[in-house]
């Protein structure tokens, strides 16, 4: 082949130029994101629907957050980010989209009220936990498993301060802590204490009373 095919591959292309593209990311979130403080990243899948679970949870959850003094930061595409976007404007906070350029599924929801448009996927992740004060995980897919082990890692690793990082849906996310559990504990390759780095519940309450327990506004 003499077409590269991946993204990746052209990261040796004009690598020179590259830079002043990843150094203008950073600056407009580090600009822009101090604005929103306290805030809280919520992370799900981008293709929940409007009628399921995660996305009217998301909705309420985004909502108590914003009625209980934090903003809200998401993914700025569809699904439960949209959800989280919806409901923090609805209830008057700053809604924040960081939105990837991505050819399928990332189209920008219309909630944002606060929007940065991002290349590289490690800048924006940079921001979401610069940023947040804690972490709301709801299902979804690889992505939010990317942003979840993410964070835990840093925390385990006091590579950032330790902040509430809470699951919501005990139902979607209980096999992947019994497996954690049952498997990564007994083979040694983390702590038992690591289990206590991120909380597992079932309500939008349960996981707004963990964050204001933890976090003073």
Known sequence: ?????????????????????????FVE????????????????????????QAYKMTLKTARLLVEN??????????GVMEAANKGAADAG??????HIQLPNEQQANPYSNVRLNFKYFFIRKVMFVKYAVAYIIMPGGFGTLDELFESLTLIQTQRIRSFPVVMIDSKF????????????????????????????VDTPEEAVGIIKRRVIV
Not at 1 to 25: C, K, N, S
Not at 69 to 78: C, E, Q, R, T
Not at 93 to 98: E, H, I, W
């Open 1 to 25: 082949m003499t077409e590269r095919q991946y993204l990746v591959d052209d990261i040796t292309v004009r690598d020179t130029w590259r830079m002043f593209h990843i150094m203008a990311e």
């Open 29 to 52: 979130g580090f600009d822009v994101l101090p604005e929103v403080h306290p805030a809280v990243s919520i992370f799900g899948s981008a293709r929940a629907m409007p009628q399921s």
């Open 69 to 78: 003094g934090f903003n809200v930061i998401s993914g700025g595409g569809p």
């Open 93 to 98: 906070g700053k809604s924040v989209g960081l």
């Open 173 to 200: 996310w209980g096999g992947l802590v019994d497996w954690i559990r049952d498997t990564m504990i007994k083979a040694k390759t983390i702590s038992p204490s690591d289990l206590d780095i991120f909380r597992v």
